[in-house]
């Protein structure tokens, strides 16, 4: 078949000396890394850490901003004007940039993380926030995030886009994110993951946790790496993907940018 995807994961997401997932192990199954920038996980030695595994394993490497939250792992709202997401965002990108450049890499992507991925997708103020902090930087960088209003956003301004499938996680009847805070918010089973992967890769649609059929478009799918089995998961999804005839490359290569 002729059907293009990136497979993409969060990285880089420890503090000091606290660790989260194993991020070598997963980079090997990737062809794109969100890189944690300080916010909600991260500092200058993680960064370095997980830039250099990136260029090593050949990942295309995507910041992946997100709400001053360290506590709450960047998942709880932080109240925050326009004009600090805007900031924030642009500050967290800069970061992350420092060190791929010192890499010889560049950054390619940005996707919003946590609470404030989620916002970016039904609220306009954040979705033009990030998207001004992406077009101040570099407006070549790919805008990553589920279809909604920060896909709009950058079609008005001209940014490239890349729609995103979050394959382990459950969906509601519209097309939204079950939160975290409800019990089965999250899959941890890699076979029912990498099934999942296929069906929203190949037909374009993903069950619901009622049961209902929503159709979904994506240019990317993400794996959490923080969850039990991720790295099983991560090397069955590329297998799946691989005998469905499905060609895994970076966004950039699928004509992204």
Excluded: K
């Amino acid at each position: 078949m002729d059907r293009t995807i990136d497979l993409i994961a969060d990285i880089g997401e420890g503090f000091g000396a606290y660790r989260m997932g194993d991020d070598d192990a997963l980079l090997a199954s990737l062809t794109s890394a969100n890189v944690a920038c300080g916010f909600h996980a991260g500092d200058p030695r993680t960064i370095e850490q997980a830039v250099a595994g990136c260029v090593e394993n050949g990942v295309s490497i995507g910041a992946h901003p997100g709400f001053p939250d360290l506590v709450g792992f960047g998942r709880r709202e932080v109240t925050s004007s326009s004009e600090e997401v805007r900031t924030d965002v642009l500050y967290q990108i800069g970061a992350l940039h420092a060190f791929a450049t010192a890499a010889g890499a560049p950054v390619v992507h940005v996707t919003p993380h946590g609470r404030l991925g989620n916002l970016v997708v039904t609220n306009r103020m954040y979705a033009e926030a990030v998207a001004a902090a992406v077009e101040a930087f570099d407006p070549q960088l790919i805008l990553v995030a589920q279809s909604g209003e920060l896909e709009q956003v950058a079609r008005e301004r001209g940014l490239a886009f890349a729609r995103l499938g979050l394959i382990d996680r459950s969906y509601e009847d519209d097309g939204t994110l079950v939160s975290r805070r409800e019990e089965g918010a999250v899959l941890h089973e890699p076979e029912e993951i990498a099934e999942r992967t296929i069906s929203m890769v190949v037909d374009g649609t993903v069950t619901s946790r009622n049961g209902r059929t929503v159709h979904v478009e994506c240019d990317t799918v993400l794996l959490h790496g923080d969850n039990p089995g991720s790295i099983r998961a991560a090397g069955m999804v590329r297998s799946y993907l691989e005998e469905a005839g499905v060609v895994i490359a970076p966004l950039s290569a699928a004509g992204c940018r």
